[in-house]
């Protein structure tokens, strides 16, 4: 149990699907952020939100749409998607903004685009 | 800005070997160090940190000394497992304000019996 939890673990969708990946802290952690890790990549930082409110985005395409209820919830909702946004989604947060004592993440969310 | 250079990889190493994963970071200020790994099929686990200047992270039989006159905050092990192969990650952050944490590109080891 890492603190963080992400469903779904794995997710199959059409080019032409909806769908939402989730992810939950009860740490007490007032920010949240989704990566992206691809194969031979490094990982790519999307989106930060700290006390609810989105702070970063990192020029991610318009089919991708983060949402932040609270600062324990933290959503991404997929639309049209393209098969080269398969990869792993990764979840994490932290107590500040990360800097002092790091993160904390999720295990994940397998994503196939087919 | 900051930025981490980590080795290449894949290391691949029989079991009970020595371990070194080196780490270079560039950033302004005194960051906080960290390594992070990730086992197959799951997400970062936090494996080690250190916050200030020749302090020593450690856990699970690894080490690494934050080391400002280098730089560096290379990752070592005196006996690895089968069990430690997994993608290791380095990264900086600093704290205060928005500041993010930066990773370095991952380096797998393989441990073989």
């Known amino acids: 149990e890492t603190g963080v939890t992400q469903t779904p673990r794995h997710l199959v969708m059409g080019m032409t699907n909806k769908k939402s990946l989730k992810c939950e802290q009860h740490l007490g952690h007032n920010a949240m952020y989704w990566y992206k890790q691809s194969a031979k990549k490094p990982l790519e930082l999307m989106f930060v939100y700290n006390f609810k409110e989105q702070t970063e985005n990192n020029s991610v395409p318009s089919r991708f749409s983060p949402e932040c209820p609270n600062s324990s919830h933290l959503f991404l909702h997929l639309h049209t998607l393209q098969p080269e946004d398969s990869a792993l989604y990764l979840c994490?947060?932290?107590?500040?903004?990360?800097?002092?004592?790091?993160?904390?993440f999720g295990s994940g969310t397998r994503l196939t685009v087919v | 800005g900051n930025s981490v250079t980590q080795m290449e990889g894949p290391v691949t190493l029989s079991e009970e070997a020595f371990l070194t994963i080196n780490c270079t970071y560039t950033?302004?200020?005194?960051?906080?160090l960290f390594w992070y790994v990730q086992y197959p099929g799951e997400g970062l686990q936090l494996l080690l940190k250190a916050t200030k200047a020749d302090d020593k992270g450690s856990n699970k039989g690894f080490e690494a000394t934050y080391r400002k006159e280098t730089t560096s905050f290379h990752l070592e092990k005196g006996s690895v497992q089968v069990s430690d192969s997994a993608v290791y990650f380095c990264?900086?952050?600093?704290?205060?304000?928005?500041?993010?944490?930066?990773f370095g590109t991952g380096t797998k080891l393989q441990v073989i019996p």
């Open positions: 950033a302004t200020g005194y960051p906080s």
């Open positions: 994490a947060s932290s107590q500040d903004s990360g800097g002092r004592y790091g993160y904390t």
């Open positions: 990264a900086l952050g600093n704290s205060g304000g928005y500041q993010k944490v930066t």
